[in-house]
């Protein structure tokens, strides 16, 4: 049975930092890129970043480049999302996924193309 856990979210001011973690068990980790998603009140579930299986490279979304760091340990099935210089609309649940393909070689945006999710951490950024 897979299972995704997040961890590390919380109530934080404007400027703050948090790291997300993602602790993955039952699929074989270092074969599938993962990402994170987030899903604010009354907004579908967005796109935020990706790490590619190998870690070797990977892709976040305009609104959060230059402050969001996405990676992965492969040792420990873990994948993290820094996130920096917070903002009030960052607030939301944040979820992490799996990518259906095994050794993806593209980058997917919809959540349609993630099999498997966790239970998502709340994020809360005040002004």
Not at 25 to 35: D, I, K, P, V
């Amino acid at each position: 049975q897979v299972q995704l856990v997040e961890s590390g979210g919380g109530l934080v001011q404007s400027g703050d930092s948090l790291r997300l973690s993602c602790a993955a068990s039952g699929l074989t980790f270092s074969r599938y890129t993962m990402a994170w998603f987030r899903q604010a009140p009354g907004k579908e579930r967005e796109f935020v970043a990706a790490v590619r299986w190998s870690g070797s490279s990977t892709y976040s979304e305009d609104s959060v480049k230059g402050r969001f760091t996405i990676s992965r340990d492969n040792a420990k099935n873990t994948v993290y999302l820094q996130m920096n210089s917070l903002k009030p609309e960052d607030t939301a649940v944040y979820y992490c996924a799996a990518d259906r393909q095994r050794y993806s070689t593209n980058y997917h945006y919809s959540a349609a193309d993630y099999e498997y999710w966790g239970q998502g951490t709340q994020v809360t950024v005040s002004s």
